[in-house]
């Protein structure tokens, strides 16, 4: 009996062994390979060395224009984002309202509620994009604004991409200055019923997640 149990007691320690040697072992990006070239967003090809030795592809979009760019950027964390977004609002005779977009979305085809957004242009300072959108996406003149995020990733197993989150103090000039492929309704909602309008409205989730974030650290 005493021998079972240390044929036992030996099993688990070598199992407790293999267990925690495996536990050190980390995945490893062994090169990357730009699949694609365009001009705002590509394909990137990335192989992996997993924790028990085998490799495996993985593909991902990155809006890095070189795999040199890319390989810098996974070095370490960088606090200038690829994109701002921006919760903007406005005060109206004692009352706050929040101003939402309503924009066709490619990728799903439909329009969708969500907050001004865009990138930031090389060497463009991020709070100059986000203030630089406003005024394209809404006509907005900017009276104060505030970051509320770092730079982050709002999809790491699609995406590398970075985005930063603002709320703005606007005043609404009615001129937008839109693009070609930009199809933008504003749309005014008084902040006390800003979970009412969210109910049953398709919205970009981080915009979402900032208005409801507004809504609780504004209302009374």
Same mark, same amino acid.
């Given at each position: 009996?005493?021998?079972?149990?240390?044929?036992?007691f030996?099993?688990?320690?070598?199992?407790?062994?293999?267990?925690?040697?495996?536990?050190?072992?980390?995945?490893?990006?062994?090169?990357?390979?730009?699949a694609?070239?365009?001009?705002?967003l590509?394909?990137?090809?990335?192989?992996?060395?997993?924790?028990?030795?085998?490799?495996?592809?993985?593909?991902?979009a990155?809006?890095?224009?070189?795999?040199?760019?890319?390989?810098?950027?996974?070095?370490?964390?960088?606090?200038?984002?690829?994109?701002?977004?921006?919760?903007?609002?406005?005060?109206?005779?004692?009352?706050?309202?929040?101003?939402?977009?309503?924009?066709?979305?490619?990728?799903?085809?439909?329009?969708?509620?969500?907050?001004?957004?865009?990138l930031?242009? %090389?060497? !463009?300072?991020?709070? *100059?994009?986000? @203030?630089?959108e406003?005024?394209?996406?809404?006509?907005?003149?900017?009276?104060? &604004?505030?970051?509320?995020?770092?730079?982050?990733?709002?999809?790491?197993?699609?995406?590398?991409?970075?985005?930063?989150c603002?709320?703005?103090?606007?005043?609404?000039?009615?001129?937008?200055?839109?693009?070609?492929?930009? %199809?933008i !309704?504003?749309v005014? *909602?008084?902040? @006390?019923?800003?979970?009412k309008?969210?109910?049953?409205?398709?919205?970009?989730? &981080?915009?979402?997640?900032?208005?409801?974030?507004?809504?609780?650290?504004?209302?009374?």
């Amino acid at each position: 009996m005493i021998v079972n149990f240390y044929n036992h007691f030996s099993f688990y320690i070598v199992c407790g062994i293999i267990f925690l040697w495996g536990k050190g072992q980390i995945m490893k990006i062994l090169k990357v390979k730009k699949a694609t070239d365009y001009k705002y967003l590509n394909l990137y090809l990335a192989t992996l060395k997993l924790p028990n030795g085998k490799e495996k592809e993985y593909q991902f979009a990155s809006r890095n224009k070189t795999e040199k760019a890319l390989l810098n950027n996974m070095k370490k964390w960088t606090k200038k984002p690829d994109a701002v977004k921006i919760l903007p609002y406005t005060e109206e005779n004692g009352k706050i309202y929040v101003v939402f977009i309503r924009q066709f979305r490619p990728p799903i085809g439909r329009s969708v509620y969500e907050f001004p957004a865009g990138l930031v242009d %090389e060497g !463009e300072d991020y709070v *100059v994009a986000a @203030k630089r959108e406003l005024k394209e996406e809404i006509g907005a003149v900017v009276k104060s &604004i505030k970051q509320v995020s770092n730079a982050g990733y709002p999809s790491t197993g699609l995406s590398n991409e970075s985005i930063a989150c603002f709320v703005a103090n606007v005043e609404l000039t009615g001129k937008q200055e839109l693009e070609d492929m930009e %199809e933008i !309704e504003i749309v005014k *909602v008084e902040l @006390k019923d800003v979970f009412k309008f969210l109910k049953d409205r398709e919205c970009c989730v &981080i915009s979402e997640l900032l208005a409801k974030l507004f809504y609780y650290e504004n209302i009374k």
